[in-house]
């Protein structure tokens, strides 16, 4: 089989593979009939990610058909059609008990990270009961794919850990996949503003498009200026932190309203100031969080029911074997006006 595989910090290759087998009766393999590339990915392609290993497999997020199960697996046979969760658990651990499956002592992150991931023809998925969704019929495969990944993510770390309430004014710093996420998901609680920030016109447009009430593009302008004006210097009950770089989540910290949550999502690669001297008297909340993709059954039935449409979110469909044309794409998103691709292995 064809799979990308990760040969160091700028090496990849779209080459050819063996086959995954079933190692644990607990596992499935998966014929992978559509993937995408996320932003981690290309933080993996920088170097950032220093466990992915030479030779490795990339990806985590896909839909498939099972080619073949395990004896133990109980839920799945061959020929279901399934949705692949970015975190992989085992459903028995402690941490899994308390519903953090992203610190699950046997899973967590492991597809494209520490086993080969689903940017392939077939992958290998451990644990396949507790860590695949059987794919509902006559609904749109883009959608799906979108909810291995950024909407359980956008959704958890940003709209449920920043606890958006009805009438709330809400600010998201980064229009990104996952910035536009959390805004769609943000928009299940019906806030009175959702604010969105980032340094690129065509996706504050494309924000304004999904439900933004207002869009600031920071070059150039004092965001923090801007943010404070439009709430009459009250700030925002909940700042949403999608990008990962200190001048993002400093901008919450200077906009979060008393009483207000910043949410991270970032994923960061360097240290940030946390300002103590103006934050401590102002009963704010800050919290952090891995997706542990517990809600994907509740999004999955958002999308069912014609409330959720996240292939809005997809720009561009490439078939499998362009891979490396659409990571070429993905990596030039602002000239490309790329938000997700989408892989198809028909
Ligand atoms: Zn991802
Ligand atoms: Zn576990």
Request: net charge negative; charged share 25%; hydrophobic share 40%.
């Amino acid at each position: 089989m064809k799979a990308l595989v990760y040969h160091g910090p700028g090496k990849k290759s779209w080459e050819e593979k063996e086959r995954p087998k079933i190692i644990d009766a607990t596992d499935v393999i998966v014929r992978i009939t559509k993937t995408t590339i996320c932003g981690t990915d290309l933080h993996i392609m920088k170097g950032d990610v220093t466990e992915v290993k030479n030779g490795r497999t990339l990806g985590h997020e896909g839909i498939g058909v099972i080619d073949e199960a395990g004896g133990a697996v109980k839920r799945f046979k061959k020929g279901d059609q399934v949705l692949i969760s970015c975190i992989t658990s085992c459903g028995t651990c402690e941490q899994c008990k308390r519903g953090m499956y992203s610190h699950c002592e046997y899973g967590g992150w492991l597809l494209g990270h520490l086993i080969d991931g689903t940017q392939a023809e077939y992958v290998r998925i451990p644990f396949a009961d507790t860590s695949l969704y059987h794919a509902p019929g006559g609904v749109n495969e883009d959608a799906l794919v979108m909810l291995s990944d950024i909407f359980p993510t956008g959704f958890e770390c940003g709209v449920l850990n920043g606890r958006v309430k009805p009438g709330d004014t809400v600010a998201i710093a980064g229009a990104g996949p996952i910035g536009l996420a959390a805004l769609l998901t943000a928009r299940f609680y019906s806030p009175s503003e959702l604010i969105m920030i980032d340094v690129d016109d065509e996706r504050l447009r494309k924000a304004r498009g999904l439900g933004a009430t207002q869009t600031i593009n920071m070059t150039g302008v004092d965001a923090v200026k801007r943010v404070m004006e439009l709430t009459d210097n009250r700030g925002v009950d909940v700042a949403i932190e999608a990008v990962g770089v200190p001048v993002t989540f400093e901008i919450c910290e200077d906009i979060i309203a008393a009483g207000g949550h910043i949410a991270n999502i970032g994923v960061f690669g360097e240290k940030v100031d946390l300002h103590m001297e103006k934050l401590w008297s102002q009963n704010i909340t800050i919290t952090t969080r891995l997706v542990d993709t517990v809600t994907t059954p509740m999004l999955l039935k958002s999308v069912e029911s014609g409330n959720l449409h996240p292939e809005e979110l997809v720009t561009h469909h490439f078939p499998l074997g362009e891979i490396l044309k659409a990571y070429d794409t993905f990596s030039h998103a602002k000239e490309e006006k790329a938000i997700k691709v989408v892989l198809e292995n028909r």
